[in-house]
């Protein structure tokens, strides 16, 4: 199994940017569908972007769609979540979430995927 720790939340500034870092260990993250799903205070877990599996089919939320991208570092194991242009709705626990089998309709769904991070805080606020 893959063990995923999320890195580099924050407070930030509306207008601003913030990178996420999520560190795969244990697999090779190229076998993994990896995702990041976010969750505000009295929300449910929301999808926010997702990469299928070696750096295959992209699938982004609307609410970040043109802000956000995903990248893949396959040689350090890593993924990053770009965040520009953040606004205070974008507030919330940032969890990288990793599973395998993913078919693309299901790419949104949490409960797709088995493995998951601790998440980590992004706050954005004047």
């Known amino acids: 199994q893959v063990q995923l720790v999320e890195s580099g939340g924050g407070l930030a500034q509306p207008g601003e940017s913030l990178r996420l870092s999520c560190v795969a260990s244990g697999r090779d993250i190229t076998t993994y569908s990896i995702a990041w799903f976010r969750q505000a205070p009295g929300k449910e877990r929301e999808f926010v972007i997702a990469?299928?599996?070696?750096?295959?089919?992209?699938s982004v939320a609307d609410s970040v769609k043109g802000r956000f991208t995903i990248a893949r570092d396959n040689a350090k194991n890593i993924v990053y979540l770009q965040m520009n242009s953040l606004n205070p709705e974008d507030t919330g626990v940032y969890y990288c979430?990793?599973?395998?089998?993913?078919?693309?309709?299901?790419?949104?769904?949490?409960?797709?995927?088995?493995?998951w991070g601790q998440g980590t805080q992004v706050t954005v606020s004047s």
């Open positions: 990469s299928r599996r070696a750096a295959g089919t992209t």
């Open positions: 979430a990793g599973g395998t089998g993913i078919i693309l309709s299901s790419l949104r769904q949490p409960s797709s995927y088995a493995f």
